[in-house]
C-alpha cells in the first residue's frame, strides 16, 4: 500500500512499492495498491486505486490478502487496515517524523506542531501494531529499536523468541536496478542551453527539499566559477511532479543565491520539470559527480538519501556532506569526498580536486562499480521476500489490540492524523463543539481563516 502516485514519474515511497512487487511476484500473488493516481501497469503482479474515502473497496483488498505492507497513513486512511487481523509488515525506511520537523518549520508554529503530532501518532500505531518492520540502515535500525523499546514491543515474548530482535527489525535498504544504466540520449551535456559536450557536470539528483543544505553547493560553484567556467552545476528537479508536495524554502533559498551570485544560467541550472523515472540514466550519464550536501541535524543521522544510490547505478564519483550513514560508506570504501557541514570551501576543494584529477576520479568510480552490486534491489529485499514466503504474526500479537489502543493517541491526535478534507474537518467540529460549545468552533475558524489569508 502507497499514498504515492504510481506511474512514469514516481517519488522513493512509489518506487520502493514497485520494487518489492517486482521482487515478491516470482513467490507470491502481488496487488499494488494506491489511494493516488495508478498510470502504470504490470504483466507480473495487479496495479488498483482505491479512492481515500473509500473504505468498503479496501475491504475487499484486505480479505484477499496474507500479508499487508504499509507505508505512512494507511491505518488512518483505511479502518479496515488498521482494524485488520491478517499480518502487517510496516516499511519504517522514512523516518517522517523527523522530516516533518524540517518540513514544516517554516509554517506557523500550530501547523507546525499539529503535523509533527500527526507523524508521531501515526508511527506509534504502526509500532504498537505491526507483526514486522523494515528499516533502511544501521542508524535507523537504532532509531527503531528504541521507538520499539518504548512502546513495549521488545518485551519477554519477543527477546524469547529472538534476542537480537533482526527477525522483528529487518534491514532492507533502498536498492537499485540489476542492470547498469543505458543512454538513450543527452539529457544535458549539448542539450541543456550553456552547458556543452565538453563542460563536466555536477548533478544534484533530485528535489530540493528544506533538510538539504543546496546553497552551501551553490556558494561552492561560484568559487570554483572563475578557475573553472567548465564546471556546471544541474539540479535533476528543482521542482515536484506532485502538485500535492508544496514548493520548500530551500528551492527558494537556492535560486535567490544562484541569482544574487550571477550563476543561473552560466554556472548553475535547474531543471524546472520532474524527470521520468524510466530516463534518469540519460541524466545521470552525462554527469561527472554526483552531489549530495545536507544540513547537520537529527533527519540527517537516520536519513537513507536515495540519490546516492543513483550515483552508485551509474558509477559516479561523489561529493557529499558528513554525518549520514552514506558518508560513512563514502569514506571507508573511497568513494568520493566527504566534507564538513555549510562549508563551501571545503566543498569547492572536494569537487575541484576530483574534476582536474582524473586519476582520483577513475579511482573513485572503479569503487562505485564494486560496492554498487551490494544494493541491488534483489539483495536489499531478499529480507521481505524470505518473511513473505513463509510468514508468521508476531510473538506477542496476543497482547497488540490492548497496546495498539493504549498507544494510539489522544482523540485529538487521531483527529490531527487523519488525511486532510471533509471528514477531517467534521472531526475537528466535533472535538471543538464537544470541548467549548459555538464560541469554540468559531475561534478555531477564525483562526484557520487568517492562517489561509496569511500563507
Not at 8 to 20: D, E, F, L, Q, T
Not at 393 to 411: I, K, V
Amino acid at each position: 500500500m502507497t499514498g504515492d502516485l504510481i506511474g512514469v514519474r514516481m517519488a522513493g515511497p512509489a518506487i520502493r512499492v514497485w520494487n518489492m512487487a517486482e521482487a515478491l511476484a516470482p513467490h507470491c500473488d502481488v496487488r499494488v495498491a494506491s489511494w493516488n493516481r495508478i498510470e502504470r501497469s504490470s504483466d507480473r503482479f495487479e496495479t488498483v486505486h482505491v479512492r481515500e474515502i473509500d473504505d468498503r473497496a479496501m475491504r475487499e483488498h484486505e480479505q484477499w490478502a496474507d500479508v499487508i505492507v504499509v507505508q505512512g497513513t494507511s491505518f488512518r486512511t483505511f479502518p479496515s487496515i488498521a482494524r485488520t487481523e491478517k499480518i502487517v509488515v510496516a516499511d519504517l525506511y522514512d523516518p517522517f517524523q523527523l522530516e516533518q520537523l524540517e518540513m514544516n518549520k517554516y509554517s506557523p508554529p500550530d501547523e507546525w506542531a499539529d503535523e509533527v503530532t500527526k507523524a508521531v501518532s501515526l508511527l506509534n500505531e504502526q509500532l504498537a501494531r505491526a507483526d514486522v518492520f523494515l528499516c533502511a540502515s544501521e542508524a535507523q535500525r537504532s532509531l527503531w529499536l528504541g521507538a520499539l523499546s518504548t512502546v513495549g514491543r521488545l518485551n519477554p515474548v519477543t527477546y524469547t523468541e529472538d534476542p537480537t530482535f533482526e527477525s522483528l527489525l529487518r534491514l532492507v535498504p533502498f536498492g537499485l536496478p540489476e542492470e547498469p544504466p543505458v543512454q538513450e540520449r543527452h539529457g544535458i551535456k549539448g542539450t541543456v542551453p550553456g552547458i556543452g559536450p565538453n563542460d563536466r557536470v555536477l548533478i544534484w539528483g533530485g528535489g530540493i527539499y528544506n533538510w538539504f543544505d543546496p546553497v552551501t553547493l551553490v556558494e561552492a560553484v561560484g568559487l570554483l566559477a572563475d578557475e573553472h567556467p567548465e564546471i556546471k552545476l544541474f539540479f535533476l528537479s528543482a521542482r515536484h511532479f506532485n502538485p500535492d508536495i508544496p514548493e520548500m524554502q530551500a528551492l527558494t533559498d537556492t535560486v535567490e543565491t544562484a541569482d544574487r551570485l550571477g550563476l543561473t544560467g552560466t554556472s548553475v541550472f535547474f531543471n524546472e520539470s520532474w524527470v521520468d523515472y524510466e530516463s534518469r540514466a540519460d541524466y545521470l550519464l552525462d554527469a561527472d559527480l554526483g552531489v549530495s550536501t545536507h544540513l547537520w541535524h537529527a533527519e540527517t543521522r537516520f536519513s537513507f538519501r536515495t540519490r546516492i544510490l543513483d550515483y552508485l547505478w551509474a558509477a559516479l564519483p561523489i561529493v557529499a556532506t558528513d554525518g549520514d550513514s552514506f558518508a560513512d560508506l563514502i569514506r571507508t570504501r573511497e568513494l568520493g569526498r566527504v566534507v564538513p557541514p555549510t562549508d563551501p570551501r571545503a566543498l569547492a576543494d572536494a569537487i575541484r580536486e576530483l574534476i582536474v584529477d582524473d586519476a582520483a576520479r577513475e579511482l573513485a568510480r572503479g569503487n562505485v562499480r564494486a560496492v554498487r552490486e551490494e544494493f541491488a534491489w534483489s539483495r536489499a529485499l531478499a529480507p521481505l521476500v524470505d518473511f513473505c514466503v513463509n510468514p508468521r504474526p508476531a510473538a506477542d500479537r496476543a497482547a497488540l489490540r490492548e497496546r495498539t489502543s493504549a498507544l494510539a493517541g489522544s482523540h485529538f491526535e487521531r483527529v490531527l492524523a487523519m488525511p486532510r478534507g471533509p471528514r477531517r474537518d467534521f472531526a475537528l467540529f466535533r472535538y471543538y463543539w464537544k470541548q467549548g460549545g459555538i464560541s469554540r468552533v468559531r475561534e478555531k475558524m477564525a483562526t484557520r481563516k487568517e492562517r489561509l489569508e496569511r500563507d
